[in-house]
C-alpha cells in the first residue's frame, strides 16, 4: 500500500483533539459531580440571590458543548450527533467501571477508606438517570440547533449560533438535570426531596454560570475553528 493511501486513512488531527477534549471533560464531569460549588453573584438573582449553587460537574460539562460546537462546525451535523451519542454509550461504560471498582473487595487499613471512595465517585441513583437523559437531550438539542443556524445564516456569525445553541442547550440541561434529580423523581420517592424553592434557585444558579461560560468561550470557538481549517485545508470548509 502507497504513502499515499495510508494517510488518506489517518483521522484528521483536528478531530481526534476535539473528541479527546470532549471525552476528558465529560468524565471529568461525571466524578467532580459530588462537590457543590458556590459562587457569589456581584448582582441578585432572581431566586437564588448572590449565591450560586452548582455541582462541581457543571465547570468542565460546559467544555462538553465548546468541544461539539467546533466539531459540527468543522466536520458537520452528522459527525457531531455521532461524536454526542457515542459520548452517551461511554457515560454507561464510565459507570460500569466506577461501580466495578466500588465493589471490588479493598485492601485492610488502606489510606482511603473504601466507603469514601464509594462516597466520592458513587453517584445516587436519581442523579445518574437526571444526568443521563439531559446529556441526552441537550448535546443533541445542541448539535441540531448549531447546524440549523449554519445554514441558515449561510455558514457566517459563528458568533451567534454558538451562543444560541449552547445557551439554550444549557437552559434545557439545567431544567432536565436539576428539575429530575432534584425534584420529580424524588416526589415518586426515588431520592431525598427537596423544597421546590431550592430546586428552583438551583436552576438559577447553574444557568446563570453556565450561560457566562456560553459568552466567555465563543472567541475560542473561533480560535480553535480557525487554528483546525488552516491545518486542515482543502480537508475540511
Known amino acids: 500500500m502507497?504513502?499515499?493511501?495510508?494517510?488518506?486513512?489517518?483521522?484528521?488531527?483536528?478531530?481526534?483533539a476535539?473528541?479527546?477534549?470532549?471525552?476528558?471533560?465529560l468524565v471529568t464531569s461525571q466524578v467532580t459531580a459530588s462537590k457543590l460549588l458556590l459562587f457569589q453573584s456581584p448582582v441578585a438573582l432572581p431566586v437564588t440571590g448572590t449565591a450560586l449553587v452548582l455541582p462541581g460537574?457543571?465547570?468542565?460539562?460546559?467544555?462538553?458543548?465548546?468541544?461539539t460546537d467546533?466539531?459540527?462546525?468543522?466536520?458537520?451535523?452528522r459527525a457531531g450527533q455521532v461524536l454526542v451519542n457515542i459520548g452517551f454509550l461511554m457515560n454507561f461504560l464510565l459507570l460500569a467501571l466506577v461501580y466495578s471498582t466500588i465493589a471490588a473487595?479493598?485492601?485492610?487499613?488502606?489510606?482511603?477508606?473504601?466507603?469514601?471512595?464509594?462516597?466520592?465517585?458513587?453517584?445516587?441513583?436519581?442523579l445518574v438517570v437526571a444526568s443521563l437523559a439531559a446529556y441526552l437531550v441537550s448535546q443533541n438539542y445542541d448539535v441540531l440547533v448549531f447546524h440549523k443556524l449554519k445554514?441558515?445564516?449561510?455558514?457566517?456569525?459563528?458568533?451567534?449560533?454558538n451562543i444560541a445553541s449552547t445557551g439554550t442547550s444549557q437552559a434545557i440541561d439545567t431544567v432536565i438535570f436539576v428539575g429530575l434529580g432534584f425534584y420529580v423523581l424524588p416526589q415518586v420517592g426515588f431520592g431525598a426531596t427537596y423544597e421546590l424553592g431550592f430546586v428552583l434557585s438551583l436552576i438559577v444558579g447553574q444557568y446563570a454560570l453556565k450561560l457566562l461560560i456560553a459568552l466567555v468561550d465563543t472567541p475560542f470557538v473561533y480560535l480553535i475553528t480557525g487554528v483546525i481549517r488552516r491545518s486542515e485545508e482543502p480537508q475540511i470548509t
Not at 70 to 77: D, F, M, P, Q, S
Open 2 to 16: 502507497s504513502s499515499a493511501h495510508v494517510r488518506q486513512r489517518l483521522l484528521p488531527t483536528g478531530a481526534v
Open 18 to 25: 476535539l473528541a479527546a477534549m470532549f471525552v476528558t471533560a
Open 57 to 67: 460537574a457543571a465547570l468542565a460539562y460546559a467544555l462538553t458543548f465548546l468541544a
Open 70 to 77: 467546533c466539531y459540527t462546525e468543522l466536520y458537520g451535523k
Open 105 to 126: 473487595p479493598a485492601v485492610p487499613n488502606q489510606p482511603i477508606d473504601p466507603a469514601t471512595f464509594a462516597a466520592v465517585l458513587g453517584q445516587s441513583g436519581p
Open 151 to 161: 445554514e441558515l445564516t449561510d455558514g457566517e456569525m459563528l458568533w451567534l449560533r
